[in-house]
């Protein structure tokens, strides 16, 4: 008799055993399920974002400068004015006037006194130091750019059909005259009075230099 009860016990004790080593690999593989589904979750995230990113290269909304040479304009420490002239620009996206920003061309961190960003990084030969939409050409060298270039520097996309994020038909004024051909190539000369309307148009809007500009 006491050998079979000792048989029972052993058979109860290795029955235990042996559900707690099921009860074990269920939660073992609860985890392992569990840590797909996260590892799963975070690649539709990844893969959200970079077509995201995709999407908005695609629209041309690209990465600010950092300083590095674009269209052979160079990003010094100081400003350059062998060559120092001014133009003006102005964008209307369905008749609404868009901000050109002030630090355009001028990669940080920005040094800005009441708006007005007095430095950074370095200085593009192509920036902006307001919101006034003046575009101020600081070049070692006399030589013609084009409003092309300034959008390059930018980092914003510009044609007959895109200026900058606002997409539509562009219609472009020099001077209060219309432009025709591509809009890139639109020369940033002295005083030049540009204006980009993209869908709607709007009259030619006159503007007036600062004195001293």
């Not at 690209?62 to 350059?80: M, V």
């Not at 593009?124 to 750019?145: A, C, F, K, M, N």
Request: aromatic content about 6%; proline content about 5%.
């Amino acid at each position: 008799m006491s050998q079979r009860r000792g048989q029972a016990r052993n058979s109860q004790r290795k029955l235990a055993e042996i559900r707690r080593q099921q009860r074990a690999r269920q939660t073992r593989l609860r985890i392992l399920a569990s840590v797909a589904a996260l590892t799963a979750v975070a690649l539709v995230v990844v893969a959200v974002i970079a077509l995201t990113g995709r999407r908005t290269t695609a629209q041309g909304v690209r990465a600010a400068p950092t300083g590095a040479t674009i269209d052979g304009i160079a990003c010094q420490a100081s400003e350059q004015v062998a060559y120092h002239i001014h133009a003006h620009l102005t964008i209307y996206a369905s008749g609404a006037r868009q901000v050109v920003p002030a630090g355009i061309g001028i990669p940080g961190p920005q040094q800005v006194v009441d708006g007005f960003v007095e430095g950074g990084k370095c200085l593009y030969w192509l920036h902006t130091h307001d919101s006034t939409g003046v575009v101020h050409i600081e070049s070692p060298v006399q030589r013609v750019y084009t409003l092309g270039q300034f959008f390059d520097v930018w980092g914003r996309p510009l044609s007959n059909t895109q200026a900058g994020q606002a997409t539509g038909h562009v219609t472009a004024f020099v001077n209060g005259k219309r432009f025709a051909g591509d809009p890139r190539s639109i020369k940033l000369t002295p005083h030049a009075v540009i204006q980009l309307d993209v869908g709607k148009v709007i009259h030619p809007q006159p503007f007036t230099f600062p004195a001293g500009l």
